[in-house]
């Protein structure tokens, strides 16, 4: 039996339009929420994730700044880009798009991001609130992940979730957001013993790995759910051919280009997975959604007192 095919372009267009509707209601207080996207140097995949980024906040209407300073900004510098922008009343979010140049102490850089501000979730201010369960800005990709349970019913109480990956940007955020609603959570990692064995286990996999395919149908529960948040790039034809096998469109594709994205979840794990994202099309739209998600709550937080006779009460996060 195939699996349901979890649509992240439709559930971002949910989300965007429940935010046109919050939008609106700032703009009657006044209010046009503001991201500040800062692109350091050259790197070209850098540069398509901002503008990715810029390009969503213009088409659900918030103000985007990008600040583009060269790849040879010392830490101090740096610092002072950061403070500027903390201090501007019209940014109500700010990202740091990483990686930063080798010289940049990334730490100091993103620890000097106003929590406020932290659109990304990654200030340890803003984790603190995460792991006590208080209202925050949250990851995006995790909380695009819970807003993917969230909207195709996926029961999430009492299942047993793997997630696998510990980053701070996904594997952790992910493993408290599903403890917090009442999953019981394994995470897993470089140094897990009898991975396929504790994977078997789960009515829930969250692959967050960064290796492609490595989930095979063998290592999955039939029935289970499959979340793959790895982006991949292949470029091997006989890679391709063990991905692509039963998909023909797929590798007619490769072969045209050369490349193709992949996740961490081999594509014939749909055979056997009882709901399961695609990649691309599935985690990676709803991480932008909550980076304008994020925007939207942190200028509602800031400048509340402003808009607070028509926007309603902040939802708790985690949910
Ligand atoms: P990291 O490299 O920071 O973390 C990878 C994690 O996977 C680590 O905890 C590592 O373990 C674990 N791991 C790696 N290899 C194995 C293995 N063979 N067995 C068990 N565990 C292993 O990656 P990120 O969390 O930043 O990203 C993960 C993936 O998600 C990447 O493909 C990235 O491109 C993608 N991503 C996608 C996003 C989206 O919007 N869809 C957003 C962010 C990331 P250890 O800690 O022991 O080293």
Redesign the pocket.
Known sequence: MAARILDGNAIRDEIYGELAGEIASLAAAGIRPGLAAVLVGDNPASRVYVKSKIAACEKLGLASIQVTPPATISTAELLAVVQDLNRRDDVDGILVQLPLPPQVDAKKILDAVDPAKDVDGFHPINVGHLVAGRPTLVAC?PSGVMEIFRRSAILLEGANAVV????D???KPMALLLMHANATVTI?????RN?PEVIRRADIVVA????AG?VTPEFVRPGATVID????RISDPAQAENFFAHFPERLAAFREKGTALVG?VHPDVAGVAGAITPVPGG??PL?IAMLMSNTIKAARLRRGSRASASVPAVAAVPR
Do not use: E, F, P
């Open positions: 990709t696998l990956g510990r980053s940007i996904v594997g897993c990692h470089s140094k897990t991975l967050a790995l960064g290796r490595m948040v790895g982006i991949n961490d985690v990676g991480t």
